[in-house]
């Protein structure tokens, strides 16, 4: 019997890729493409869908030659803590605006890991904060309000 190969968590990465590459190709398939200069609707769906398949690939094939690597039992917490930090932020930027829901998402998103440290979490949160705000609220002019209602009025 030969020895089991391939990088099991690798090769289902590299599933998933092909399978959203693949979607995307289908549900683009009757709009039109158009061309690099005149891009229609359909252009970057195929794109996309065969970014993702080439993706998939290249990490796929490598991992068919390797030794063989299980994949491990998923843990709940992580999934949970990580889901509910997403929600929570989602509800939060809208409320407590984009700097409060940051910090909340990323403080609440560190429980998914208990061997976080603290300090290093406070540095992670606050330059996330910092370079998120950046970026989507003034480079991005994403409509979300930086702080909270209550903090702003009357200024």
């Known amino acids: 019997m030969a020895a089991r190969k391939g990088d099991q968590p690798d090769i289902l990465s ?8 693949v979607l995307a190709l289908f549900l683009g398939r009757e709009l039109p493409a158009g061309s690099l200069s005149q ?6 769906p195929r794109a ?19 030794p063989f690597a299980g994949i491990e039992r998923i843990s709940p917490r992580p999934v949970l803590v990580i889901t509910i930090s997403v929600i929570v932020f989602a509800y939060a930027a809208t409320h407590l605006g984009f700097v409060l829901a940051s910090l909340l998402l990323i403080v609440l998103g560190s429980l998914a890991d208990p061997g976080g440290r603290w300090r290093t979490v406070g540095l992670l949160a606050v330059g996330l904060t910092i370079f998120g705000a950046l970026v989507f609220v003034y480079g991005l002019g994403v409509q979300v309000p930086l702080w909270p209602a209550f903090l702003t009025e009357g200024t």
Do not use: D, H, K, S
């Open 14 to 21: 590299a599933a998933i890729f092909i399978g959203f590459g």
């Open 39 to 44: 891009m229609g609707p359909g252009y970057l």
């Open 48 to 66: 996309v869908g065969t970014l993702l398949i080439v993706l998939g690939l290249a990490v796929g094939l490598p991992a068919l030659r390797r």
